[in-house]
C-alpha cells in the first residue's frame, strides 16, 4: 500500500464498498456525535466522511487534533443508509471507517476559518493566504483559473499562434503608467524596467518574421490599485499577427475570446461568436458614456441640447449657450416610484463631485419636476416623443461641458440601470469599440498628447499627419469590452519609420528622441517590416468576470493589499547596506511633514 493514500478525498464510491483504503488530508470538520466522531477529510480533490467509534483505534487520536491538522487514514469503506446519503459531496454515497490513523501535520489554533465562506478581514486573508487559499470558492477560483489559461493555449495553437517568451529585463517604455525600475549592478548607475507590456518585442518578433505570436505575458506598471487591476503585476493574454487589417485580427480573436467565455459560461448567454458589435468610440461615448459600456443595460443616453437652445429653463439654455450639451438617460416606468428616488439620484451626483443631476418625473402622462414646469408640458411633449417614451417613464438629465456631461450621464446609466434592477447578470455582453481618437489635448499640459497606444497605425497614414488637426485623427485601435469591463485592447501598428516620427512630433519628440526611445523598433523599420497588428486581453479580468467575483483578489494566488505591500511575505522590505553599496545606490528619507 502505498505511504500516504491509495485513492484521494473525491474518488471513493459505493463500488469500493468493503475495500480497504488510505485517505490523507487535512481535517476539514469535526462532529461529536455522543462516542461516535465524524471526521470530514480533505484534500485538493473534495471531502471524504471518516467515522471512528469506540470500536475504533483511531477515536482518541482523531478526537485530539484542531481542525486543519493533517492526516492519514487506514479504513474500510462502507455504504451510508440511504436517509444519510450526501447528494452534495461525490463521496456523498460512502464513508470510510477509522481503523487507523497517523498525524502528519498538527494544526494550531487557527487565525481564520478555512471551512465556511464567511467574511474575514483582508488583513488577516492576506497574511494567512495559505489559508485562505484552502476556502472552497477562493480554491475553486484559482483552479478555474489555470482551467481558462490552459483553454486560451489550446485555442490560440488551434488558430496557427505559437508561444514565444519575451525577456522580463528590458528598457522603459511608455505604456502609460510609472516603471518598476531595476538597479544595474554591473553598470552602475543604469536601471533596467520590467515590462509594461512585451509591446515592442512582439512587434520586433513580426520584423523578425515569426507571423503568429502569442504569451501569457506577465506585465508589471507601478501603479494605485483599483478593484479591477492589481498592484505591481497582472497578466495578458498577449498577441501580435503579420500582414493583417484591424478585422482580421477581429475576426481571428471573436472565436478565441468568444470560445473561452462559452466554454466556462456555465449556461450563461454568451454574444454569439462572429456578431460582436462594433462601436466607434464617439458612438460609445454618447449612448454609453463611456468607452467600456455594459450592454447588459438597457438604457440608452440621448443628447437632447437643440431642445434646449431656447427654454424656459434658463439653466440649461445658459449651459447650451456656452457650447455645452444636454444629456438624458431615461428611468423607465418610475411612476410609482417616490420623489426621493429622484432626489436621491441628484444627491448620488452631487457626492461624486457633480453639480447635479436634473430630473424630470412623469406618471399618467402628467409632467413633474422644475425643469418641466420651465420648459413647458408641449416641449416636454415634443422631447418624449423623439426619444420614444412613456406616460409612466421618469427621465435624468446631465447638463455642461460634453466631457463632463458625458461622464455624468455613463455613471448615471450604470446607477439608474442598477436601482431599477435592469441588467441582465446571466449574460457575457461582448463587444469591440473601435476608432479611437489618435490624440487628446491633455489639460494640465497644455499639449497634445497620444489618447491610447503610440505604436498605433493613424487612419490616414502619413498624410493625415501632416495635413489633418491632430484632434481630428482616429487611429486602427480598438478595445474589446465584456459587462462593463475593457478585457483587451489592440491596434494595426505603425510600421512605417517616417510616419512614426511624425506621429511622436505631434507630442514634442523629436526624430532624435524617437531613436534614442525606440532605437530598436526604429532601425527595425528600415530593414523590411511587414503590416502588423494584435492585442492583449487581461487575463486576470477574464478570469475575473468568469469566476463572477467582484474583486481580482478573488482569483489570484499571492495578491498584495491596496497599498501595495505582501502581508504574506513581508514584501517590499529595506535593502540590506551591502546590497546598496553594490548598486551604487543611497537612500534619500522623503522630507517630513
Known amino acids: 500500500m502505498h505511504l500516504y493514500r491509495t485513492h484521494h478525498c473525491a474518488a471513493l464510491s459505493q463500488d469500493n464498498a468493503g475495500e480497504t483504503v488510505r485517505l490523507s488530508g487535512w481535517i476539514h470538520r469535526k462532529r461529536d456525535h455522543g462516542g461516535v466522531l465524524f471526521v470530514d477529510l480533505r484534500d485538493h480533490y473534495g471531502i471524504t466522511q471518516i467515522v471512528a467509534d469506540e470500536d475504533s483505534p483511531a477515536l482518541a487520536l482523531l478526537d485530539s487534533l484542531r481542525v486543519e491538522s493533517v492526516v492519514t487514514i487506514d479504513g474500510e469503506v462502507k455504504r451510508r443508509g440511504p436517509e444519510t446519503v450526501n447528494p452534495n459531496l461525490a463521496t456523498g454515497a460512502i464513508e470510510v471507517f477509522a481503523r487507523a490513523a497517523q498525524v502528519q501535520s498538527r494544526a494550531e489554533e487557527l487565525p481564520m476559518p478555512v471551512a465556511g ?65 531595476v538597479p544595474s549592478r554591473i553598470h ?35 501603479e494605485d490599485p483599483r478593484a479591477d487591476r492589481l498592484p505591481g503585476e497582472f497578466y495578458q493574454l498577449d498577441l501580435e499577427m503579420s500582414f493583417v487589417t484591424q478585422e482580421d485580427v477581429w475576426n481571428t480573436m471573436e472565436p478565441v475570446i468568444g470560445g473561452v467565455f462559452e466554454a466556462f459560461a456555465e449556461g450563461r448567454h454568451v454574444t454569439p461568436t462572429g456578431s460582436f458589435p462594433r462601436i466607434p468610440y464617439a458612438e460609445a461615448m454618447l449612448k454609453y458614456g463611456s468607452d467600456k459600456p455594459d450592454l447588459r443595460n438597457p438604457l440608452i443616453i440621448s443628447d437632447v441640447t ?43 451626483a452631487q457626492s461624486e463631485g457633480h ?47 460634453e466631457a463632463a456631461a458625458a461622464k455624468l450621464a455613463g455613471a448615471a446609466r450604470i446607477r439608474v440601470g442598477e436601482e431599477l434592477d435592469l441588467i441582465a447578470q446571466d449574460r457575457f455582453e461582448l463587444c469591440w469599440i473601435v476608432d479611437f481618437p489618435f490624440y487628446e489635448w491633455d489639460e494640465e499640459e497644455k499639449r497634445v498628447d497620444f489618447s491610447h497606444n503610440p505604436f498605433s497605425m493613424p ?56 531613436e534614442e526611445r525606440f532605437g ?11 503590416p502588423h497588428g494584435g492585442m492583449a486581453a487581461g487575463v486576470d479580468r477574464v478570469v475575473m468576470l468568469l469566476c463572477g467575483a467582484v474583486n481580482l483578489r478573488e482569483i489570484t494566488l499571492f495578491p498584495m493589499n491596496q497599498r501595495a505591500e505582501d502581508l ?20 534619500v528619507e522623503p522630507p517630513k511633514q
Open 117 to 181: 465562506e464567511q467574511e474575514y478581514p483582508e488583513e488577516i486573508r492576506l497574511k494567512y493566504r495559505f489559508l485562505d487559499l484552502r476556502r472552497d470558492t477562493l480554491h475553486a477560483n484559482i483552479v478555474k483559473r489555470t482551467r481558462i489559461i490552459s483553454d486560451m493555449r489550446t485555442r490560440m495553437a488551434d488558430a496557427g499562434f505559437t508561444e514565444y517568451s519575451t525577456p522580463i529585463l528590458t528598457a522603459s517604455s511608455p505604456e502609460g503608467a510609472r516603471d518598476f525600475l
Open 188 to 222: 552602475n548607475g543604469k536601471f533596467y524596467a520590467l515590462p509594461q507590456a512585451p509591446q515592442q518585442y512582439k512587434q520586433l518578433l513580426m520584423v523578425a518574421g515569426f507571423d503568429r505570436y502569442f504569451q501569457i505575458a506577465p506585465c508589471f506598471r507601478d
Open 306 to 348: 437643440r431642445h434646449f437652445e431656447k427654454s424656459g429653463f434658463g439653466i440649461f439654455e445658459r449651459i447650451v449657450g456656452q457650447g455645452g450639451v444636454v444629456r438624458v438617460i431615461p428611468a423607465p416606468n418610475t411612476a410609482e416610484k417616490s420623489r426621493k428616488f429622484f432626489d436621491d439620484m441628484n444627491g448620488w
Open 355 to 401: 453639480a447635479g443631476l436634473g430630473y424630470v418625473t412623469r406618471k399618467g402622462g402628467e409632467f413633474g419636476g422644475p425643469i418641466a414646469k420651465n420648459h413647458g408640458p408641449e416641449r416636454m411633449e415634443e422631447l418624449y416623443n423623439e426619444l420614444g417614451l412613456g406616460p409612466d417613464d421618469g427621465l435624468f438629465f446631465a447638463a455642461g461641458k
Open 459 to 514: 487612419q490616414g497614414g502619413l498624410e493625415a499627419l501632416r495635413n489633418q488637426d491632430p484632434l481630428t485623427i482616429n487611429a486602427y485601435q480598438y478595445d474589446l469590452v465584456c459587462n462593463g469591463y475593457e478585457i483587451a485592447s489592440g491596434s494595426i501598428r505603425n510600421h512605417d519609420p517616417e510616419t512614426m516620427v511624425a506621429a511622436f512630433e505631434k507630442v514634442g519628440l523629436s526624430k532624435e528622441d524617437v
Open 520 to 530: 530598436g523598433l526604429y532601425r527595425a523599420f528600415h530593414y523590411g517590416a511587414p
Open 568 to 587: 504574506l511575505m513581508g514584501a517590499p522590505s529595506p535593502a540590506e547596506p551591502k546590497q546598496l553599496r553594490e548598486l551604487g545606490i543611497r537612500i
